[in-house]
């Protein structure tokens, strides 16, 4: 069975650099049938894309976050991870790793809560 | 960017009785619509894709059903674990995704 989890600090301070990984199980995310996706969700701004991740190196990000994301991956340990750097305090979010077949996501980690805070 | 409005924003019903949710986009998404149910704590679970399409271990009482700009999440009988937030979502920029703002079904 597919399982997804994030890790990562619980804390940033602004300006910083967030930084998260994802830790996949049951399955590979060297497959050409999938992206392994970020999001986040706020209560002020409900559910966002922040970038995707696919098996050749592509990666995609949410313009709106103006290149303040990085989304790299590690095929030896299954990992894929998230950096977004210049933190504020609106970037505090629970953040989502996500398995994302073409249109809907299918999998989804439990999801991890980061504060920007000094 | 095509946006997504969910509506009602809140739903009061009784277990056993019938939810119908709406979800309208600014331009068409084709078929291209999920909806997830979310309850507090958990990350979103997929319920349906593809606008009519139940995804794997989701009970019969969920429905979806539209094209286009409107489309309709349907719960024929509303069960206790049923009452949670729903979203829509889109992806037509995929891999980039966007949602609705949500539906919140609440027991009456």
């Known amino acids: 069975q597919l399982q997804l989890q994030e890790s990562g600090p619980g804390l940033v301070k602004p300006s910083e650099t967030l930084s998260l990984t994802c830790t996949v199980s049951g399955g590979s995310i060297n497959s050409s049938s999938h992206y392994w996706g970020w999001l986040r969700q706020s209560p002020g701004k409900g559910l966002e894309w922040i970038g995707s991740?696919?098996?050749?190196?592509?990666?995609q990000d949410n313009p709106s976050l103006k290149s303040r994301v990085t989304i790299s991956a590690d095929t030896s340990k299954n990992q894929f991870s998230l950096k977004l750097s210049s933190v504020t305090v609106a970037d505090t979010a629970v953040y989502y790793c996500?398995?994302?077949?073409?249109?809907?996501?299918?999998?989804w980690g439990q999801g991890t809560l980061v504060t920007v805070s000094s | 960017e095509i946006v997504l409005t969910q509506s009602p924003a809140t739903l009061s019903l009784s277990p056993g009785e019938r939810a119908t949710l709406s979800c309208r986009a600014s331009q068409s998404v084709s078929r291209y619509l999920a909806w997830y149910q979310q309850k507090p704590g958990q990350a979103p679970r997929l319920l349906i894709h593809?606008?009519?399409n139940r995804a794997t271990g989701i009970p019969a009482r969920f429905s979806g059903s539209g094209s286009g700009t409107d489309f309709t999440l349907t719960i024929s009988s509303l069960e206790p674990e049923d009452f949670a937030v729903y979203y829509c979502?889109?992806?037509?920029?995929?891999?980039?995704?966007?949602f609705g703002g949500g539906t919140k079904v609440e027991i009456k």
């Open positions: 991740f696919y098996y050749s190196g592509s990666t």
């Open positions: 996500a398995r994302q077949e073409e249109g809907p996501l299918d999998h």
């Open positions: 593809d606008a009519s």
């Open positions: 979502q889109q992806r037509s920029n995929w891999p980039g995704v966007t």
